[in-house]
């Protein structure tokens, strides 16, 4: 299904401004679905934006750009879709499409089903998306969850309309956390053998140390080498919770093997030609503040050991030397002030800073009947990703880690997830899908080549398959956000037009024509909700 008409009305209203010499370079023609269906199939409030440059009323712009468009219409194809172009409310122009447009791509969806759904925006551009990339020195948090479903997602997404995407997780495997890992993982074997104990703040204290130190003891691994042991031991961990969550990864990126690479000596070399790094203080600095930064950054200290920053200007460098031309990273909120470094060494490489996109995931916090949990029951510490899925699977904490914008703060409640009713978003979504697999069996009827969807006027109907259409340009906005918080949006809605269509109209035991025509929309349906779960990484029930 090609995304082109809301483009080609797009190009007609941005013409029409040419031709009134009311456009200028800076002007963008957003063109939009309404929210209320009342008021067209499309509109813009270009109106609104030129009124106060004009200096006229909205509506009387807008009257003007309109009978520009409807002399401009007649002359081209659109005179065959659009039907109407009217000012309405404040001065949004709304376009109003002929039935027939809408048939034809209900038509399409069933003769081609998810490839009809297809729109190639990405044009095979490579795009590396860095998600979860948490240390290995223990199990995955909720907050690891919740980035690890948006980033899955989102590849699904790009991968669909396009792009050539790749999924990766830096693996930070030195360092001062596997260092503390490893003698965390000391300390209880000292306490096996006897010793009493006082653990350090900031040491790894959860039983899971207790149980790699058992390990270790029985597999007499030796004291230097105790907190490598340990992450790769967690690392496996984190591998089979990804796995059953159904995430994976095309490449688990070593930290200690870029450090031994020389790739970050060779990224200091071209940065020190350049003539972005300089030494103050026995220390090497990065010139940041100029590209944006608020202040230089120390990328070796006076005493010869790098700060985070320097392996990480070398990896994102090397991400574009391997053949990425679009760079997107998941990063907890901790990592927010961390952002204009890492696009500033882009930039001083020559890249540019909008070849990375940051996405920024908010926290989750669980709840369970309203009431939130502060501890893990299990683990002493906090809420794990092993845990949601042991409650609730892996089909409603998918879906639920998604359904809140990644900007925003997600209440992921246990027993509403558990929930066999409509409560429940992901259930609603997919009984809707069984429902219309249930109907489509109990059929006896075929879908006929000669399908008559002219048939199809009822409100309901037409609204229904209006739904169906907004598909491309939700997954557009998933592109434009870097968040498939819409895609689950969009399904709920789908689902929620079904269940009003179906619960006012027949599908089956009407004329043979009409019944056809519905089982044809409803078929239409089913693509539609299966293609959509199936980019959340959600199973698509026959029964329920």
Known sequence: MKNDLKEELAA??????????????????????????????????????????LKEKPREVASRIVE?????ISKTGLKEIVTQVKVEGPGFINFYLKEDYFYDK????????????????????????EFVSANPTGSLSVAHARQAAV???????????????????????????IN?????????????????????????????????????????IKEDDLGEFAAERILDVIKKELDDFGVKFDCWYSQKKLAKSGKIEKAFAELKEKGFLYEQDGALWFKSTAFGDDKDRVIIKSDGSQTYLAPDIAYHQDKFNRGYSWLINLWGPDHHGYINRIKASLEAFGHDQE????????????FRNGQEIQMSTRRGQYITLREVLDEVGVDAAR?????????????FDLEVAKKQSSENPVYYVQYAHARICSILRSSSARLKNDLNLSLLKEKEELNLIKKLLEFG???????????????????????ESFHKFYDLHRVLGQDDDLTGARLALIKGVKIVLSCGLDLLGITQPETM
């Open 355 to 366: 070849d990375l996109s940051v996405v920024i995931v908010q926290l989750a916090t669980i």
């Open 106 to 129: 209900l038509g399409q969806i069933i003769s081609k089903g998810k490839d009809g759904l297809r729109i190639d925006l990405g044009k095979g551009k490579k795009v590396l998306i």
């Open 180 to 220: 503390i890992l490893g003698k965390s993982v000391q300390l209880r074997l000292k306490e096996l053998k006897g010793e009493k104990i006082e653990f350090p703040e900031n040491y790894y204290q959860g039983e899971y140390i207790r149980d790699l130190a058992v390990q270790a003891q029985e597999e007499d």
């Open 151 to 177: 980033g899955d997602c989102l590849a699904n997404i790009l991968s669909f309309i396009g792009f050539k995407v790749s999924r990766e997780y830096y693996l930070n495997d030195e360092g001062n956390q």
């Open 68 to 72: 520009a468009i409807q002399q401009e």
């Open 12 to 53: 007609l209203v941005k013409d029409t401004l040419s031709r009134l010499s009311w456009l200028k370079e800076s002007d963008e023609i957003l063109m939009d679905l309404p929210t209320d269906k009342r008021f067209g199939d499309f509109t813009t409030n270009i109106a609104l934006q030129l009124s106060k440059e």
């Open 473 to 495: 340009p939700n997954l557009n906005i998933c592109l434009v956000t870097c968040d498939p918080y819409m895609l689950t949006v969009y399904l709920q809605e789908v689902a």
């Open 399 to 411: 879906f639920f880690f998604l359904m809140r914008r990644t900007s925003s703060h997600l209440d």
